[in-house]
């Protein structure tokens, strides 16, 4: 066998292995929101994913760093979705997508968010890729509008953006984790609600007007 015949079949294994990783990411993000990890079996995972416990195995220690994986896939995710969110949309749309899309997104993963507000609850460092994920979503906002307007953004104004991000993944999180009303998420008026709020914390419509 020749060393580019060996090469390729590496890759092969490689990309087959990939397949399968992702396949059991997948899995298990659905599986979430049916139930609770705990009750999630890896004989049940393995099984809904078309692959062995071995697979499984092959590839996660635990459920515990199975679930990091599924965290990594959704920093990666929200990040990938931003990136593409801020390219090419304009002033006028981009408050009311942003964060339309995140609660679309929190909803629709409402049973994973709950599982990491429930472990980052007994383990504040668990919280800590977390914040700083909000931490650069605030920053690329912040950029965002240094692009728009051509002007750097003084310390209160950033300050209210960085508050604005707090008081919307904050609210998100409480009515997500608490199921608090009235006004819940998955009602229309809780994204109108929560897009008005953003503008009026950030000052955006003023922002957006400054050269």
Do not use: C
Request: glycine share 4%; hydrophobic share 40%; net charge neutral.
């Amino acid at each position: 066998m020749s060393i580019e015949q060996k090469v390729h079949g590496r890759k092969i294994k490689q990309q087959r292995g990939q397949v399968t990783y992702q396949a059991l990411v997948d899995t298990g993000f659905r599986l979430l929101e049916k139930k609770d990890l705990e009750n999630i079996s890896v004989a049940e995972l393995a099984k809904e994913a078309g692959y062995s416990v071995g697979a499984f195995y092959a590839r996660f220690h635990s459920k515990d760093q199975f679930f990091d994986a599924l965290i990594q896939a959704h920093l990666i995710s929200r990040t990938n979705t931003l990136v593409e969110l801020y390219t090419n949309i304009s002033s006028e749309a981009l408050v009311e997508d942003l964060i339309e899309n995140m609660i679309n997104y929190y909803w629709e993963h409402r049973q994973f968010w709950r599982t990491v507000l429930l472990k980052s609850s007994k383990d504040a460092d668990f919280w800590e890729p977390f914040k700083e994920h909000f931490f650069a979503s605030s920053k690329r906002f912040i950029g965002w509008l240094y692009l728009e307007n051509n002007r750097t953004l003084s310390e209160q104004e950033e300050a209210n953006i960085y508050f604005a991000f707090q008081v919307v993944q904050s609210t998100i999180n409480n009515t997500l984790f608490n199921r608090s009303g009235p006004v819940l998420i998955g009602q229309k008026l809780f994204v109108e609600e929560l897009v008005r709020t953003f503008r009026l914390v950030s000052d955006f419509d003023n922002l957006v007007k400054k050269s």
